[in-house]
């Protein structure tokens, strides 16, 4: 099960099993090839390919206007493709009608009928298709017990909580069984604590149940959190896709890194580069940095080094040890969260290098204060290397 960056490489009833994208042999169960649409000189999304494999929780992560959503209606039917083609499980369902497609689509405001009973929200899908009233009975119950709604069953929409009203939907977009759920911001109408407990639900129904799930998202920590992969989309174009690890770990290109979580930034001159094996100058200190870097790159040639807030280690003593990254400075901001605390340090070379510390011991008073000079150091293989 994903527990944060993590990637969830097996679960439960016959959801993503391993990691298939990466098996030349298997076959992918959506596949979007060259999608395209304009709305008239504007183009929202620009000639995107994907696979997504059976079972996957794949979630498209984005800012506002970046595509992500109408990629998702052109996904259930209610956008027409200016150009390419969507196929599920092998059928080319880009000409069908939303509702014959095998797909459903949970709407981030929920769009619960406020007249209609739990039961009856629930149940609304089913008896439109004119189903045996005690199949519907029946799927409703399992379905109530599935989300934790049954002793719910009679009250109105307005007599639940947010995250309950989630739910509802939630069921009703699953009753009918189909081969793929999509979520359009699917948690952004809760608050943070209940978010966060309800993304694990969502994952816990998703393995149970084995049905593929496109999550369409702008947070990037509920993306890391749901998904087996995810795809960063900008100005209608898809930036990097891969497992969450390695979207973080291994951004391909600035926006990427910067988007993606916090980091520090310095700008630097390639020394060397042999067999990915990279050596990096930073301006203004001459500090260098030798990491992983698997393109090659001219020695002389400008680059980017990122490091994560996370990885650097502050403390009012030089560290011990090899192959590490050092540097001087001083406390110029702080902020204490509880479980972290994140420190703003003027480097001696001018640079402001966040630090995100954990707190692991129980005290009243902060170890570090304003004013305070202090060590940076974090291990140079944390380091990456960019240049676009």
């Known amino acids: 099960m994903n527990t944060g960056s993590g990637d ?22 959506i596949e979007v090839r060259s999608l395209t649409k304009r709305f008239g000189d504007f183009t929202a999304v620009n000639n995107i390919d994907l696979h997504i494999y059976r079972g996957e929780l794949f979630t498209i992560l984005g800012g506002s206007g970046c595509g992500k959503s ?28 939303p509702y014959e497609r095998p797909v459903n689509m949970m709407f981030q405001s929920y769009a619960v009928f406020p007249h209609m009973t739990v039961e009856q929200n629930i149940a609304y899908g089913l008896k439109k298709e004119k189903l045996p009233r005690d199949t519907v009975r029946q799927r409703v119950k399992e ?3 599935l989300v934790q709604l049954p002793e719910l069953a009679r009250r109105k ?41 309800t993304q694990f639900e969502l994952m816990n129904l998703q393995d149970q149940l084995g049905i593929t799930f496109v999550v369409v998202t702008h947070d990037q920590e509920e993306a890391m959190t749901l998904a087996t992969r995810i795809a960063v989309m900008r100005a ?3 930036v990097q896709i891969g497992t969450p690890s390695e979207v973080y770990e291994f951004p391909r290109n600035l926006y990427v890194a910067d988007f993606f979580g916090s980091i520090n930034i310095f700008d630097a001159t390639v020394i060397s580069w042999e067999n990915q094996d990279i050596t990096v100058e930073l301006d203004g ?4 940095i030798q990491t992983r870097h698997p393109k090659t790159l001219a020695s002389g040639s400008r680059c980017q080094v990122g490091i994560r807030p996370e990885k650097v280690l502050i403390s009012k003593k030089p560290p011990e040890g090899a192959g590490q990254t050092v540097t001087r400075g001083v406390v110029q901001d702080l902020a204490y969260y509880g479980n972290r605390s994140i420190y703003r340090v003027r480097s001696e070379a001018g640079r402001v290098i966040q630090v995100s510390a954990q707190n692991y011991q129980r005290s009243a008073e ?7 000079e202090v060590f940076l ?3 140079s293989s944390c380091s990456v290397v960019m240049t676009e």
């Not at 109408?70 to 969507?86: D, H, K, N, V, Y």
């Not at 902060?366 to 305070?372: A, G, H, T």
């Open 70 to 97: 109408t990629l998702l209606r052109m996904l259930a039917g209610f956008e027409e493709p200016s150009e390419g083609r969507i196929l599920i499980d092998g059928l080319d369902i880009t000409d069908m009608p």
């Open 377 to 379: 150091s974090w291990d």
């Open 143 to 145: 379905m109530l017990e």
């Open 8 to 29: 969830r490489t097996g679960v439960a009833g016959g959801a993503c099993s391993g990691t298939p994208w990466r098996d030349p042999k298997q076959q992918p169960f």
């Open 366 to 372: 902060l170890l570090l204060e304003w004013d305070d």
């Open 236 to 238: 209608g174009s898809f």
């Open 157 to 197: 929409p307005q007599q639940l909580s947010g995250g309950q009203q989630q739910r509802v939907a939630l069921a009703r977009a699953l009753i009918k069984r189909p081969k793929v759920l999509l979520l359009d911001e699917p948690l952004a109408a809760l608050d943070k604590k209940l978010r966060e407990q």
């Open 285 to 288: 200190t001459g500090t260098r």
